[in-house]
């Protein structure tokens, strides 16, 4: 019986085609193991809950639980349904509501390792949640798989929680269950926005998973080889602890997989010579790195990477490769988009503690200068110190809040540090002289408001000579001092920095970066201390969102780049150190697992934090560096300067020196290879001075030494790294994978565990990558690498306690591919364009792996990848495809480096000021953290790309836009938006590096030149042309800084339609200035004020020159004359002198009156009001005369009333027009009447009511080309959705074509998009402006008023890599082609050329407005 037949068979006999909504389709190729679907079954079957219906093949049954959804308890499995399926079928869909359906599909991936489950939702939402578990043998509670969808997340430990990915109106998510012992899938589907839950009949949906079937019914294997087996996959697991019951599932998982090998051929002595040869192999241990003892199994990698026969020797060229697993790009998604940043982020007015509100007062009433100033932490507690200089006296005031009395035991200084007994003279009263110093009792104060008890004291010192003043406290029987040494305080004003005014800290979470500020002068002391103030502080970041982590990242950058100071007069033991990392690291560890919408700021901060460890790791570091000495007979000198500096205070600068030491021994004790090694690093003799145990000497070994001190350094290295560099590749692989040093003697043994549930054969990955991360040519290696962190990928999502240490792995992955990529530049020199777009691939794959949003970036990467295949097949668009995602690619970077710049460096900035950090630092804050990752890399790729592409594709270096010959003087500035309301009085040829598309020209300028890409057909591209400006694009970075180069100076352009050519000319060549005011001058247009016809609204048959404006009448001239296949929207209009006639309605009196006095004030010239007159219209009420008119001409008109769907959706289009007539008022439009002299109170606004059509495609036409002026070409451009995104200031560029009118079916490509965004609506009404002010000749006005739609538009990111209009040529040619047709006839019924606006729909055509072309 055929697949079909019996599919059909079945739904006739069990389903009823009113239950849901239900359909599937035949899959034309079958697997071995065929597919499972869901299947409604009808009332009646459901009714029947204890009989089942077997089918032969897999089943999927649909499961009923009872199920409180406020309350997710144990979930039992209760049947009421059983579903037979076909297993030639591919999917089952659903009807959830009106709305909403559902589809699924099962199998199992080519590999046969897995089964797959595909969900897919058809809804609106962008806030679908699947909650769900997994059903095991014999089992009835909900389990939670390990293999889980990118963002997963546990819920209350009952049921995992994944997100589904949106892509347009589908959301969709996949779900791979690779453990045998899983049969079934349970969920729901929960819509987090509406709190809604879809359940399948009130309860679960259940899927069975398709269970593997042996082609012999009665295969075993013999028990002994299930053994080699079961230790083999325990082995690849990290070696794991199991349960007894996890033991057994392991066991019968492993006598599964050599089963599947029999039923595909294998034969018993097969699996023998094939378990047995790697049970022996996995015996044998190699060492990962030179002078390492950590291990990596050489054990076998899994069926879906083939095995890599390492070699004995590393060389520089390899043919080895790592088979990359074939994964769905899109599994990658995360879409956990940075916070808006809150420009004034308030916090609660900070609660003074007791001493600094006495300082506060105590400063208020100093009759003088304040010398000094510094508050000491005593645990809780607190210790003022106050120097000022009163009446020719230096006065110390000291205050604490510790309860016990307290004595203050001090002396004077003459030399900075010495104690020096005081004379009598200046001591307080009840004070007692001893021994060089003195002792006097604090006395206790009580303030009542608020209450609290403070001890203080004050010391006047007369004696000029005396320069500071040393002291300790004793209280409650014990010594308090300043950490290990004496307080003391300097009588004279600290030599502080000169800084610059900290600003308003707006965009930063001021109140956490002051107290940071406070706190740095603890910090200074160690690292100890500055590791133990952050992790205080994480709650409080944390609790900020994320500016506040952004706050704990700049300070840690700041310390980690030497800006801070890392030790000051402090000794502190290396395991402290390592355990105040190891607390630091915990907690951001818990940020990143709870709030995944900040994991990548969270990467960034512990890129800059080492790793650190409880006790014995730390420790080692003060004990190994002693045994090193004592193996080597190196007691003295350099090696005994550096173990002092290492007991007192360890710090990543110790990497250095050693990594600088080895370095020396190896050159033979060449001593300029180790001061090159610690220069290079940042390290200078005058660092090794200032440390508090300087390093004066330099090494000065014996040969005899050299192997020894290379073993030992070398293993010392691996410890210092094990606190310092939590990113070092060597380090985090080996505390990812365990391993052990024994003790010697009084040095204590380390013992680092594997980390559990790594891939299998993920060892043997990492040995590659440490095998060849030294190779010359990097394509293996960074294939290598990537598929490491893709292994990585589903733990960083999952719970762990050794979360950290795969964090710290995966960081030091990318970090390696990014200098690998570096390394392989010289690779890609006579490289092909092949080659280049793979190696861009990689790293575009690199960086959506650490990025918190890169849904733009993985379909650029998709992007690339058809930009390859279509390279392979010798596409001949191959380049102006790969131009278009090169586009793309520099918008989504330049995206990303605004995005840092917008979180980090206003925090850079405030707590740079208040911490005193040099300028310079603070200025390229953002620059250097963007410089440090894959962002750099991949740009520096598609700087080398870029020309190879302009070349092939024939487009030069430059698009022009408007080829008008100019002359003036080059301005450069940074955006053409923050010049559009300027009048220059030269000619002016502007260098905007940045033209969104909506901006005007302003006066003067004869020529903008920007290497931005508006679109041809953009309100600013048609206004330059009608203003006969200069406009065009350069992509030439060197041909675009010459010209700015020429900044000040006189330059002469002469564009053609595809270059644009430029020389210096002398100042004395310029037409005189009559001429030059003669040809500048703004024509002087009058306007006719139009009047109210009495009617609110009309109907497009009424449409006439006094009603309403051109963009009415042509869309209504069309009707009846184009081709019967372009269609026309319905339109109605608020005609002309309506918004007046509201305005003088009772109703509105008091609005009438409010906008009276602010165009007065506007006409004399307060500008500032135009944003309040828009508000001030949008108050108006609807007079019920014009409710009941427009709503009885739009339903005669056979539209849709918005009323009809509720008081509220009336409102909306109410709010709409009055948006519209609001425009009026917009800067652009206003600043652009003044300067051709319009008399803006005659300004009509009608309003013009469609229809929108949800528009798959949008275009917009010329129908004479406007960058070449041949009106025997027609130009379009297109982008996919609404069109506001290519007349708007939307970036990237359309798809755009010319037709030759005499041969319309033949359209070619001019270049694809690159538009990252599309504009997608709901069934909805769009009011568009349409004024007297709009085609006048001579006079650019379209496009400067509003078109408002009724509803909101959705943002969708766009994927072109499976658009049909990219992929799809017949579809493409005729789409195109049909526009061509249709701008031809819509010119030809006009008799001139005309610009004409439009939009696609399922293959059709609608016209909704045309203009002339001016």
């Known amino acids: 019986m055929s697949n079909a037949i019996g599919n059909y068979l079945l739904h006739q006999s069990f389903f009823s085609p009113t239950v849901l909504d239900h359909q599937s389709r035949s899959n034309t190729s079958t697997s071995v193991w065929g597919n499972t679907f869901l299947q409604p079954l009808a009332n009646s ?21 009872k199920l409180q959804m406020g309350k997710v308890h144990t979930i039992l499995r209760s049947t009421k349904a059983v579903l037979a399926a076909d297993p030639s079928s591919t999917m089952e869909k659903f009807r959830l509501d009106e709305k909403v359906e559902l589809q699924i599909d099962v199998g199992l991936p080519t590999s046969g390792s897995a089964s797959v489950v595909n969900i897919q939702v058809t809804s609106n939402s962008d806030c679908l949640l699947l909650h769900w578990g997994a059903i095991k043998k014999q089992q009835d509670k909900w389990s939670l798989p390990q293999c889980r969808p990118v963002g997963t997340m546990v819920y209350k430990n009952k049921a995992l929680r994944s997100p589904f990915v949106k892509s347009g109106a589908n959301a969709a998510l996949s779900i791979e269950i690779d453990d045998p012992a899983i049969e079934a899938l349970e969920f729901l589907i929960y819509d987090e926005a509406q709190n809604k839950w879809y359940k399948y009949n009130g309860g679960n949906f259940h899927v069975n998973l398709p269970k593997t079937e042996l082609t012999t019914p009665k295969i075993s294997v013999p028990e002994d080889l299930v053994q080699i087996q079961a230790y083999l996959r325990w082995e690849r697991k990290g070696k794991q602890m199991y349960t007894p019951e996890q033991e057994k599932e392991e066991y019968e998982a492993a006598r599964m997989e050599l089963l599947e090998e029999v039923a595909r051929g294998a034969s018993t002595e097969d699996l023998r010579a094939k378990l047995t040869s790697k049970s022996g192999a ?7 790195v030179s002078e390492s003892k950590s291990n990596i199994p050489d054990t076998e990698k899994d069926g879906q990477r083939k095995k890599i026969q390492t070699k004995g020797t590393k060389t520089n060229f390899s043919t080895d490769r790592v088979q990359r697993r074939k994964r769905d790009i899109m599994s990658l998604l995360t879409k956990f988009k940075p916070e808006a940043i809150n420009e004034n982020i308030s916090h609660a007015p900070e609660v003074l503690s ?84 003195a002792e006097t009792n604090f006395t206790t104060t009580s303030v009542n408001n608020p209450p609290y008890k403070i001890q203080s004291l004050e010391i006047a010192v007369e004696d000029e000579n005396f320069v500071g003043m040393p002291f300790v406290l004793l209280s409650g029987g014990n010594w308090i001092k300043n950490g290990s040494t004496d307080f003391y305080v300097e009588f004279k004003t600290s030599p502080a920095k000169v800084q610059k005014d900290a600003g308003d800290g707006k965009g930063t979470s001021k109140f956490l970066l002051e107290k940071i500020a406070d706190l740095e002068s603890e910090a200074q002391k160690s690292f100890m201390h500055r590791f133990n103030i952050a992790a205080d502080l994480m709650d409080e970041a944390t609790s900020a969102g994320e500016v506040g982590l952004a706050g704990i990242l700049v300070w840690m950058r700041f310390m980690a780049t030497r800006q801070l100071i890392w030790n000051k007069n402090y000794n502190v033991k290396p395991r402290e150190i390592s355990k105040a990392q190891d607390r630091l690291t915990d907690l951001l560890q ?33 004990d190994e560096i002693l045994v090193i000495q004592r193996n080597n007979d190196c007691k003295g000198g350099l090696m005994e300067e550096w173990h002092q500096k290492l007991h007192n205070n360890t710090s990543p600068d110790d990497v250095v020196i050693c990594q600088a030491l080895m370095d020396y021994i190896k050159s033979d004790f060449d001593i300029s290879v180790y001061w090159k090694t610690l220069n290079d690093n940042g390290i200078t003799k005058e660092r090794l001075l200032s440390y508090d145990r300087a390093i004066h000497s330099e090494p000065d070994f014996r040969p005899d030494q050299k192997d020894g001190l290379l073993r030992d350094l070398g293993h010392y290295m691996r410890t210092l790294k094990a606190v310092h560099s939590g990113a070092d590749l060597e380090s985090a692989i080996a505390n990812c994978l365990g391993y052990k ?88 020199n006579n490289a092909s364009p092949e080659k280049i777009m793979y190696f861009i691939s990689l790293v575009a794959e690199n960086l959506t792996l650490s990025v918190g949003d890169n849904e733009d970036l993985l379909y650029c990467l998709k992007g690339w990848n058809l930009a390859r295949s279509m390279f392979k097949s010798s596409d001949e668009h191959w380049a102006l495809f790969a131009k278009s995602v090169l586009d793309r690619t520099r918008l989504s970077l330049a995206n990303k480096a605004e995005a840092y710049h917008q979180l980090l460096q206003p925090s850079a900035e405030y707590l740079g000021t208040l911490l005193a950090v040099d300028q310079g630092a603070v200025d390229i804050f953002t620059e250097e953290i963007i410089r440090a990752g894959s962002a750099a890399s991949l740009s520096s790729l598609l700087n080398r790309l870029d020309p190879i592409l302009r070349k092939t594709a024939n487009l030069g270096s430059w698009q022009v836009i408007s080829p008008v010959e100019a002359v003036g003087y080059v301005v450069v500035v940074d955006q053409l938006l923050s010049v559009q309301n300027k009048s220059y009085s030269r000619p002016t040829i502007l260098v905007a590096k940045s033209v969104k598309g909506e901006e005007e020209i302003p006066d003067g300028a004869v020529a903008v030149l920007t290497p931005d890409m508006p679109d041809v057909l953009s309100h600013v591209s048609v206004r330059a042309r009608n203003s006969k400006v200069c406009f ?58 139009k009047q109210f016809s009495g009617r609110y609204a009309i109907a497009s048959e009424e449409f006439t ?58 006409y004399e010239g307060d500008f500032s009001l135009l944003g309040e007159i828009r508000n001030t219209v949008l108050d108006l009420a609807a007079p019920p005369q014009l409710i009941k008119e427009l709503k009885e001409k739009m339903q005669s008109s056979g539209m849709p009333w918005p009323g009809d769907e509720g008081a509220e959706r009336w409102e909306q289009a109410w709010m709409a027009i009055k948006k519209v007539w609001a425009s009026k008022w917009n800067e652009r439009a206003y600043f652009s009447t003044r300067k051709v002299k319009l008399d803006h109170d005659c300004l009509c606004m009608a309003v013009l009511v469609q229809e929108i059509v949800n528009a798959d495609y949008a275009f917009v036409i010329h129908t004479t080309n406007p960058s070449s002026g041949d009106s ?39 270049g694809y998009p690159s538009k990252p965004i599309g504009l997608f609506i709901r069934r909805s009404i769009i009011f568009r402006s349409d004024s007297n002010g709009e085609d006048l000749e001579g006079y650019a006005g379209a496009g400067l008023y509003d078109s408002v739609p009724m509803d909101e538009e959705d943002k969708v990111v766009l994927d072109y890599s499976s658009d049909a209009l990219i992929v799809d040529g017949d579809f493409r040619h005729s789409i195109l082609s049909n526009i061509g047709v249709a701008a031809n006839a819509i010119e030809g019924l006009y008799g001139s050329p005309q610009d004409i606006e439009g939009v696609v729909k399922d293959g059709k055509i609608y016209v909704v407005q045309t203009r002339p072309q001016m």
């Open 741 to 828: 040093d024994e003790g010697q003697g009084f040095m204590v043994g380390v013992q680092i565990n594997p980390v559990q549930g790594l891939p299998g054969g993920f060892p043997e990955l990492l040995r590659f990558v440490v095998n060849h991360i030294e190779d010359r040519n990097v394509e293996a290696l960074l294939e290598g690498l990537l598929e490491a962190r893709q292994e990585l990928r589903p733990l960083l999502s999952q719970s762990s306690d050794r979360l950290k240490d795969i964090l710290f792995l995966d960081i030091a992955l990318d970090s390696a591919v990014r200098t690998a990529v570096e390394r392989g530049y010289q690779e890609l």
């Open 282 to 288: 996995s015996e044998s241990k190699d060492n990962f």
């Open 1032 to 1089: 065009a694009t350069c992509f030439d970075p060197n041909i675009l800084a010459d010209i700015e180069a020429h900044e000040g100076k006189l330059l002469c352009l002469k564009p053609t339609s595809a270059n644009v050519v430029y020389s210096e000319m002398k100042n004395n060549e310029l037409v005189t200035s009559a001429d030059s005011n003669e040809a500048s001058s703004a024509p002087s247009l009058s306007l006719e004020r």
């Open 1105 to 1162: 020159d006094e009603l309403v404006g051109a963009k009415s009448r042509n869309i209504a001239h069309l009707k009846g004359k184009v081709p019967s296949w372009v269609n026309i929207p319905t339109s109605v209009a608020l005609p002309f002198g309506t918004f007046e006639a509201v305005l003088s309605d009772k109703s509105n009196q008091v609005v009438g009156e409010k906008l009276l006095v602010l165009k007065r004030k506007l």
């Open 1272 to 1310: 025997s070409e027609i130009y379009a451009e297109v982008v996919k959705g609404l069109g506001e995104t290519l007349v708007g200031a939307y970036p990237g560029r359309a798809l755009s074509f010319i037709c030759k009118k005499n041969d319309l079916k033949s359209p070619q490509i001019l």
């Open 354 to 437: 007791p001493i600094k509100q006495f300082s506060m007062d105590k400063e208020a009433h100093i009759d003088g200068h304040i010398m000094n100033k510094k508050i000491y932490k005593l645990g809780d507690k607190e210790l003022l110190v106050l120097v000022a200089k009163s009446s020719g006296k230096t006065k110390i005031y000291l205050a604490t809040d510790l309860p016990d009395p307290v004595i203050l035991h001090w002396a004077l200084s003459k030399n900075a540090g010495e104690w020096t007994a005081p004379p009598s003279t200046m001591m307080p009263p009840d004070s007692v002289s001893i021994d060089k110093a």
């Open 45 to 65: 079957l459901t009714r029947r809950a204890p009989t089942s219906t077997e089918f032969r093949g897999r089943r999927l049954t649909l499961q009923k639980n």
């Open 590 to 622: 818990n940020v990143y697992k709870s709030f995944p919408q900040y994991r990548e700021v969270i990467r960034m901060i512990m890129s800059t934090v080492g790793r650190g460890g409880e006790g014995d790791v730390g420790q080692r570091i003060r």
